[in-house]
């Protein structure tokens, strides 16, 4: 294992046992990094997890729980706490993505989502905000998406979700920098995960099409983004909306 600034360093993430959290914490445990994974119910995928680090020397728990419950969130920040101490940097990237045209959405779906990727990105920001304040030191990275930033027919609901966690992003960022806190939004495009196959082969065709780079990411190259935005690398950079999608969207200089 080599080290780093995240050397010895508490990472919680969120969605931590599948995809682009899966990847960070692989990243940030082989730079030294205590890694907290949180997961909603797949624990066969959790165990794996938390196998792959520690066997290679990494230190690891996994940590089960509903981010989008205040409860459960403040649950898991507590069990995080139990195992390696004071929490350095949460990445929230647990959400989900419902994918129905515009006429079709329901006030169930609509709440689902919203449950899920901005009630919880709410309550995992403000379980370890109060801590972060007091020690005056903490890296927050949330993950959004590009449909955050485009009009997606079809993803009514997971749009305007995402769209609502860059703008909490900026704001908590404005109003915790003195406290020596950073906060940055992470925006991937396509990226090869289980939830990209929620869209239609034909769909990935017509992305794929649509991106300079002729490709849809890879949960590393995400990792790496979000490693980035979580360490001193990135000091100068607070309140930011990180687009990583092979060039399919491009924010205005």
Known sequence: MTTSDFSGKTVLITGGTRGIGKAAAIRLASEGA?????????????????????????????????????????????????????????????????????????????????????????????????????RQFGRIVTVSSIAALRERENQVHYSASKAAVIAMTRCCAQGWGRHNIRLNCLCPGLTETEMAHTLSPEVHKTIIDATPIGRIGTADELASVARFLLSEESSYMTGQTVVASGGRVMLPG
């Not at 509903?66 to 929490?87: C, H, K, L, M, Y």
């Not at 990237?93 to 006429?103: F, K, L, R, Y």
Request: aromatic share 6%.
């Open 34 to 134: 205590n890694i907290a994974a949180n997961y909603f119910s797949r624990h066969e995928d959790a165990a794996q997890t938390q196998a792959e680090i520690e066997q290679a020397g990494g230190r690891c728990v996994t940590i089960a729980g509903d981010v989008s419950q205040p409860d459960q969130a403040q649950q898991i920040v507590d069990q995080t706490r139990e195992a390696f101490g004071p929490i350095d940097m949460l990445m929230h990237s647990a959400g989900i993505s419902i994918v129905e045209h515009a006429t079709d959405v329901t006030w169930e779906t609509w709440k689902q989502t919203m449950a899920v990727n901005l009630d919880g990105t709410f309550n995992m920001i403000y379980a370890v905000k109060d801590e972060m304040i007091e």
